[in-house]
């Protein structure tokens, strides 16, 4: 195949189309930061429920805040899922993009590769989603809001 394209105009536009999956990258990113800060403060309430307030709670009242640490337990293993998912999509995207790169120097046809690296790292930040979600209705449902 005889191109007219020179090697810099080349990488120009593999740049041009490493660029969408560099804004996904970015969105993934962000979501890990949210993903990350809500396992913090689920690892900060579980700590003062075991070292604080289950200690000090009169027996009648440890069966509930025991209950609340399991819960907070279920909703730690989803966001820890949900951040795998989400960093297996991160892994894939850099994947697609060190594709190209690789594709347009050795002259390669990527692009069935490529879209396949692009559907799995959508079902992997699908799961992130789904199970980020699952974790919310978790905390919701778990929120009284006066005595309910």
Request: proline share 3%; with cysteine.
């Amino acid at each position: 195949m005889i191109t007219d394209e020179t090697p810099l105009s080349a990488v120009a536009h593999t740049i041009q189309l490493a660029i969408a999956p560099v804004f996904l990258l970015t969105a993934l990113g962000t979501f890990l930061g949210v993903l990350s800060n809500r396992l913090g403060r689920i690892v900060d309430r579980a700590r003062v429920l075991e070292e604080q307030r289950i200690p000090a709670a009169p027996p009648a009242a440890q069966g509930r805040l025991h209950q609340e640490l399991t819960l907070l337990g279920r909703r730690r293993h989803l966001v820890n899922l949900a951040i795998t998912a989400d960093v297996t999509a991160a892994l894939l995207v850099c994947a697609i993009i060190s594709e190209l790169f690789i594709g347009q120097m050795m002259h390669a046809n990527v692009s069935r590769a490529a879209a396949v690296l692009f559907v799995a790292a959508m079902l992997a930040f699908t799961a992130a989603l789904l199970l980020f979600l699952r974790e919310i209705v978790l905390a919701v449902a778990s929120i009284r809001i006066d005595g309910q």
